[in-house]
């Protein structure tokens, strides 16, 4: 089964998703805290954002973005921060596209 995915426009709003394994195995996320950075093109680092946690028990959270958060075309960068009972880690970056309006 293939789906096609639309791209991430300037502008738009964006569901940012994320399924969180530690040691290979599914992590209970439940009670902790999610933050998602995102990196513009030019290098900025906008202040964390709060994710949401959608499945404890399955590792799920995410951040939907309002239309202003990505406001400039280009190459950007996201970095998920976890943080439970304690234990803390992070991703590596993260690259995606955002595609100029225009087309």
């Given at each position: 089964m293939s789906y096609q995915?639309?791209?991430?426009?300037?502008?738009?709003t964006h569901d940012f998703v994320a399924n969180f394994q530690k040691d290979g195995s599914t992590w209970n996320i439940t009670g902790g805290t999610i933050s998602l950075y995102l990196i513009k093109p030019n290098g900025v680092v906008l202040p964390p954002f709060s994710a949401t946690i959608t499945s404890g028990s399955g590792g799920v959270a995410h951040y939907a973005a309002a239309a202003t958060v990505l406001d400039v075309p280009?190459?950007?960068k996201k970095l998920?921060?976890?943080s439970v009972s304690g234990?803390?880690?992070r991703s590596?970056?993260?690259p995606f596209m955002v595609y100029d309006s225009e087309g």
């Open positions: 995915l639309q791209p991430i426009v300037v502008g738009n280009g190459e950007w998920w921060y976890v234990v803390v880690q590596t970056k993260i």
